[in-house]
């Protein structure tokens, strides 16, 4: 008789972790935020009745997901992760930067990195601030490779501009397609199908009964109010960039509205529930309270643009405004409205569009600390 003890079920590892102290869609129920779920090719992360479905057999590990994110809320094991310090320790030596991905041809130059839309554009801002001139992509032939994604290498760089403009400076990309790399695309064919031999059922336990702990850390903390590390770097970047152009002239007007943000807050119209300021994740909306009343401050340095503000304002009262890398690196704060104790703030009750955000409020846990 087999006395050996059953062999318990193994956890299946998944390729990506979300920061729900940090994620939209986490923080409040209103969040519409899908950036990473649209930079996802594979069909590898999803979004279902206000949930996110992993599917980790489908997943490339390609990190678009987490170059995608706003607030640095999707989180990559080290092996998908971009080696930052290396990228930067390589710019700093190399005035032309090369980084090529893993499919390009063996013996190719420069780091190589495992996909090269993992790159997030802060890091690349950061290697021009480094002291890189120029960055060639070395690329294979992405529109036939497993690791695709909906975004592409020219947005990565139109991004970078922007950024780069908002200081004077204008980086110099390269981009050169090696039509002899590796061939990937038996390869995850052939372990997918021994994926699925070996475990036919993993994948839809994963799908139908989704466990958030399996991929969100329970101790993330929602009711905290941090600036993404990923934003004050991309400030710092801009300031040693404007330090090498000598100035941003006339170029920081052409990047309004698509770099830095402030939320404006219409104090007519504010209900003074206070739901931006405890719900928004970098703080840009501050809360202050006493026993004079309410007072609500706004500052570009925190805001990453993520619009939860905006999503869950059913007076739509906040209005995410363009702010220029001078806001955005003084962090001064603006008073936008105040209410003294036990004002009447108007009416409250809305038009239709109104009670549609009011009503996702009270159908679902909203804010949990």
């Not at 199908?193 to 101790?219: F, G, H």
């Not at 993520?306 to 363009?322: F, H, I, T």
């Not at 569009?353 to 600390?369: A, C, I, N």
Request: hydrophobic letters at 35%; a neutral charge; one cysteine or more.
């Amino acid at each position: 008789m087999d006395q050996s003890e059953p062999k318990k079920e193994e956890k299946q590892e998944l390729p990506l972790e979300i920061d729900r102290g940090r994620c939209v869609r986490f923080r409040h129920a209103s969040g519409t935020c899908d950036a990473c779920v649209k930079a996802c090719g594979s069909g590898a992360l999803v979004l279902r009745d206000g949930l996110f479905r992993v599917f980790p057999q489908k997943c490339t590990q390609c990190g678009a997901c987490a170059a995608a994110c706003p607030l640095g809320a999707v989180r990559l094991p080290p092996p998908v992760r971009p080696p930052r310090e290396e990228i930067l320790r390589a710019a700093g030596k190399e005035k032309s930067l090369v980084l090529s991905c893993s499919r390009a041809a063996e013996g190719g130059r420069g780091l190589r990195l495992k996909c090269l839309l993992a790159l997030d554009r802060e890091t690349l801002i950061e290697a021009f601030a480094s002291g890189a001139d120029e960055i060639e992509f070395v690329a294979g032939k992405c529109a036939s490779c497993p690791r695709k994604s909906p975004r592409t290498l020219e947005e990565r760089m139109k991004e970078v501009q922007e950024a780069a403009c908002a200081a004077g400076f204008e980086p110099r990309f390269a981009l050169r397609v090696n039509p002899g790399g590796i061939e990937l695309g038996r390869r995850f064919l052939f372990r997918r199908l021994a994926q699925r031999v070996a475990e036919p059922e993993k994948e839809a336990e994963v799908t139908l009964q989704p466990n958030i702990a399996d991929y969100c850390n329970p101790e993330d903390d929602r009711s905290k109010h941090e600036i993404p590390p990923r934003r004050s770097r991309l400030i710092e970047a801009l300031a040693k960039l404007r330090e090498r152009s000598g100035g941003a002239g006339d170029a920081a007007a052409k990047t309004a509205g698509k770099v830095f943000f402030k939320p404006r807050i219409d104090a007519a119209e504010c209900a003074d529930c206070l739901m931006c300021a405890a719900a928004c994740p970098t703080g840009a909306i501050r809360l202050e309270k006493d026993d004079k009343g309410t007072r609500l401050y706004t500052n570009a340095r925190a805001c990453a643009g993520c619009g939860l503000c905006l999503d869950l304002c059913y007076k739509n009262a906040v209005k995410l405004e363009p702010a220029s890398l001078e806001e955005a690196a003084s962090g001064e704060e603006t008073l936008e409205c105040e209410h003294a104790a036990g004002e009447d703030s108007g009416d409250s009750s809305g038009g239709a569009d109104d009670w549609g955000k009011l009503e996702s409020m009270f159908t679902v846990p909203v804010y949990r600390t």
